[in-house]
Structures are given as structure tokens and as C-alpha cells.
């Protein structure tokens, strides 16, 4: 972008390339499931799902803190002049120690991780092993190129792993292949071939965001002396600094990932034998009205940080309040959208897409598109107070209505515990964007 171009027009120009590529990304995640769902007993698509929400509760809690840790910091040093690679340091050395740790606690779980949760499958089990392991060097590549603005790498990547993933689940839907082993390797095939992009990515290196005005550089370091106490210091981005930031966006993914699977995973826990795991797909499917905007919003999350903390290191308030306000109406219109489109059609286009043998409830598909969008604009006040550097704070706000949520899921006497799921969901998504909306209000 040319100098003294508004940043907002780098927002903007970011989130709507990353929309292309992760829109295709979400509907090819669709096919996946979809393809899996037709091919396979309801059984074997339950531990399919069981799999996937393993898979991505572990990956997006260990890792997702570093990549919104690199997404920040890079944006930052870039916006104040930074120079160095300590913050690259620092990020891989708590991404490599967060890998040991989940390997050794998977490795010693062995048994209720395969026996209990799996089922006895020893596929399923190793395919976890793989595939979490796999994702540490994926969401390191995603914060690297988030916070250097090279978008068109990042939905590369992740258009590449949705693209892998889904030819497994295709192979055995035309005849290739057969079982589902075949359909769960593509989770952990994805991640590793997806990072065909990273070798490009660092050969040519960080390309450099916008540089900031005279006077923008000026506010810029003057901010610097005032963190670093000293004039002309630049503040340091040290181990604990970062792992303190991290530690802290770690207990939001943990609250995130028990908003989107804690109900499939409960529901299958309370219920016995084959019938638990086919009542957790269902239930997976369900939630899928909800998780397939994620994709998408995937674009607006991965540019907003990196704009938002440009704009506070440059002192720029209006400009801030603006881009909260364009993604929270955008959100608002979407999730409006959607919530028509279920009240319509919403149980004849599940049946079609899914097929099986429950009947999809219109009022609960109702209750999880408005759910998904107070979700979403949750998930975007969050970004902007770790952009103004209150992750603990929006931390508290995270966990006090995850818990509300999970306590909610386990209140005996509900009959249907599909629409237990689908509003203890719009609940927890209330008092979650209730909570922030609150404290994002306050931080200004």
C-alpha cells in the first residue's frame, strides 16, 4: 500500500481477501462433512466429529495464543520502527514448549483417549497425535503472515488444508478408498501439506506494512519512551511478556473451543452406547450453523488485530471505534440473514446437506444463527481489547459465561438435549457479548 494511504483501506483490502479464500475454505469444509456424513454409518461420522472437535478444541487452545501473540506483536514493532527478530524467538520458543507438553500428555493418556473417547480406534488416536502436532507450525505461519499483512499467503494456507483434507472424505465417496481411517487421515494430512506456503513465505520474507507518517512516527515514539521508561528506549518484548499475553488468550481459546464443542462432546458423554455417538453428529451438525461462519469470520479476526494495534500505536481513536462499529453491523446483517434463511428453509436444507434420520428442530437452527451472531460480534470485541492490550480482563469475560454455558449443558430434566445445546448456545453467546460489549465500553 502506498504511503499515507488510510489504514483502513488495508483492513479492508486484507479482510476481503482473506473472505474469498476462506469463504471457498468454509464450503469445502462443508463438502467434507457432508461427503463423510453420506458415506459413513452414523457411528462411524459420530467418531469422525468426535476426531475433528479434539483436533481443533487441542489446536486452537495451545496455539491460537501464539499466532494472535506474533499477529499483534508484528503489527506493533512494524508500526513503531521495531527492529530485530526476538518476538520471532520468543513466539517459537513457547509454540515448541506447548507441543512437548500437549505429547506427553497425550502419550500418557493413551488410554481413555483411545478407549473411551475413540472407541478402541488407534487410528483415530494417532491421527490426533499427528495432526495436533502439525498445527504448531501451521498457526505459527498464520501469525507471521497475519501480522506482515501478507494475506494472500494466509488463505493460501488455509484454502490448501481444507482442499487436502476434503479429497480423503471424496476418495471414499466415489470408490477410491473405504472407512472411515480413510476419511480421518485427511485431518491429519491437511495441516501438513498446507504448509507448502511457508517455505515461500520466508524465502522472500516479512514484507514491511505501511510506514507510518511523520507525525504518526513521532506519537509513535513517544509511546515507546513512556513503556520503556526511559527516552529514546524501545520497550522489550521478553519471554515472560509474551507469555503472560499468551497464558491469557490461551484461557479465551479454552472458553472458545467449549462454546463450539462442549456440546457435542457432553452429549456424548450422557449417552450410552452407539446412540451417544450418533446424537453427538447430529448435534455436531447442528452447531455447524454456527461453526461455518467462523470461517469466514476467520478473514475479519486475522486482519482486524494487526489494523486495530496499528491504530492504537498511532494514537488513532476514531478511526478504532469505526472499524468496531462497520464489522458489529456488518455481523448484525449476516447473522439476520441467516437466522430468515433457517426460520424458512432451515430443516429441508439440514436433511438435504446431512441426510440421516433425526429431524432438525426450525426454532433451535432459529436460536443457533442468532446465537452465532452475537457470537461473532463477541469475537470481534475481543479483538479490539487485545488490541488494547486487555486480554485479561476479556479473559474473565470468556470464562465466567463458558462456565455458565457448560453448566447450563449439565442441568438435568431436559428431554431433548439437542435443544438444551442450541439454547444454553444463544445464552452463553449473550452474556458473552454482554460481558465484553460492557468492558470494551469502559476501556475507551
Keep these: 500500500m502506498p504511503e499515507g494511504e488510510p489504514q483502513g483501506g488495508s483492513y479492508g483490502r486484507g479482510a476481503a481477501i482473506l473472505s474469498i479464500g476462506i469463504g471457498v475454505t468454509g464450503l469445502i469444509t462443508y463438502a467434507y462433512f457432508a461427503l463423510?456424513?453420506?458415506?459413513?454409518?452414523?457411528?462411524?461420522?459420530?467418531?469422525?466429529?468426535?476426531?475433528?472437535?479434539?483436533?481443533?478444541?487441542?489446536?486452537?487452545?495451545?496455539?491460537?495464543?501464539?499466532?494472535?501473540?506474533l499477529s499483534r506483536t508484528i503489527a506493533d514493532r512494524a508500526a513503531r520502527g521495531g527492529t530485530g527478530n526476538s518476538h520471532l524467538r520468543v513466539a517459537g520458543t513457547i509454540q515448541l514448549a506447548?507441543?512437548?507438553?500437549?505429547?506427553?500428555?497425550?502419550?500418557?493418556?493413551?488410554?481413555?483417549?483411545?478407549?473411551?473417547?475413540f472407541g478402541g480406534s488407534a487410528t483415530l488416536y494417532w491421527v490426533l497425535i499427528v495432526a495436533v502436532l502439525a498445527y504448531a507450525v501451521s498457526y505459527f505461519a498464520r501469525g507471521f503472515l497475519a501480522g506482515s499483512h501478507r494475506f494472500g499467503l494466509y488463505g493460501g494456507l488455509v484454502f490448501m488444508e481444507a482442499v487436502s483434507?476434503?479429497?480423503?472424505?471424496?476418495?471414499?465417496?466415489?470408490?477410491?478408498a473405504s472407512g472411515q481411517s480413510v476419511v480421518a487421515l485427511g485431518i491429519a494430512a491437511a495441516p501438513i501439506v498446507s504448509l507448502a506456503v511457508v517455505p515461500w513465505a520466508l524465502g522472500r520474507r516479512m514484507v514491511n506494512p505501511p510506514a507510518l507518517s511523520e507525525e504518526e512516527a513521532a506519537e509513535a515514539r513517544l509511546l515507546d519512551e513512556a513503556a520503556a521508561g526511559e527516552p529514546g528506549g524501545e520497550p522489550e518484548f521478553t519471554l515472560s511478556h509474551g507469555a503472560g499475553f499468551a497464558v491469557a488468550v490461551l484461557?479465551?481459546?479454552?472458553?472458545?473451543?467449549?462454546?463450539?464443542?462442549?456440546?457435542?462432546?457432553?452429549?456424548?458423554?450422557?449417552?450410552?452406547?452407539?446412540?451417544?455417538?450418533?446424537?453427538?453428529g447430529f448435534t455436531f451438525n447442528?452447531?455447524?450453523?454456527?461453526?461455518?461462519?467462523?470461517?469466514?469470520?476467520?478473514a475479519i479476526q486475522t486482519s482486524i488485530l494487526p489494523h486495530l494495534t496499528r491504530l492504537r500505536a498511532g494514537g488513532e481513536s476514531d478511526p478504532f471505534r469505526r472499524s468496531i462499529n462497520v464489522t458489529l453491523t456488518a455481523i448484525a446483517a449476516f447473522a439476520g440473514c441467516v437466522a430468515l434463511v433457517m426460520l424458512a428453509i432451515g430443516p429441508w436444507l439440514m436433511d438435504l446437506v446431512f441426510g440421516g434420520d433425526l429431524a432438525y428442530d426450525r426454532l433451535g437452527l432459529v436460536l443457533i444463527s442468532l446465537g452465532m451472531g452475537l457470537y461473532l460480534?463477541?469475537?470481534?470485541?475481543?479483538?479490539?481489547?487485545?488490541?488494547?492490550?486487555?486480554?485479561?480482563?476479556?479473559?474473565?469475560c470468556w470464562l465466567a459465561a463458558a462456565a455458565a454455558y457448560v453448566g447450563f449443558l449439565l442441568l438435568p430434566g431436559f428431554d431433548d438435549r439437542?435443544?438444551?445445546?442450541?439454547?444454553?448456545?444463544?445464552?452463553?453467546?449473550?452474556?458473552?457479548?454482554?460481558?465484553?460489549?460492557?468492558?470494551?465500553?469502559?476501556?475507551?
Aim: glycine share 8%; with cysteine.
Design 165 to 176: 483434507r476434503c479429497l480423503f472424505a471424496l476418495a471414499v465417496a466415489i470408490g477410491i
Design 377 to 396: 460480534a463477541a469475537a470481534t470485541l475481543n479483538q479490539a481489547l487485545l488490541a488494547r492490550a486487555h486480554a485479561r480482563a476479556a479473559c474473565a
Design 36 to 69: 463423510a456424513s453420506h458415506t459413513l454409518s452414523e457411528s462411524d461420522y459420530g467418531g469422525i466429529t468426535l476426531l475433528w472437535s479434539a483436533v481443533f478444541v487441542t489446536v486452537s487452545v495451545l496455539y491460537r495464543p501464539v499466532e494472535q501473540l
Design 286 to 298: 447442528v452447531l455447524l450453523i454456527a461453526r461455518a461462519p467462523l470461517q469466514l469470520f476467520q
Design 251 to 280: 484461557a479465551i481459546m479454552l472458553a472458545e473451543q467449549t462454546f463450539l464443542n462442549a456440546g457435542p462432546l457432553i452429549v456424548k458423554a450422557t449417552t450410552d452406547g452407539p446412540e451417544g455417538a450418533a446424537l453427538a
Design 418 to 444: 439437542v435443544l438444551q445445546v442450541e439454547v444454553g448456545y444463544a445464552g452463553g453467546a449473550l452474556v458473552l457479548c454482554s460481558l465484553l460489549y460492557a468492558l470494551y465500553r469502559r476501556s475507551h
Design 98 to 117: 506447548l507441543g512437548i507438553v500437549f505429547a506427553i500428555a497425550a502419550l500418557a493418556l493413551r488410554g481413555p483417549l483411545q478407549d473411551d473417547l
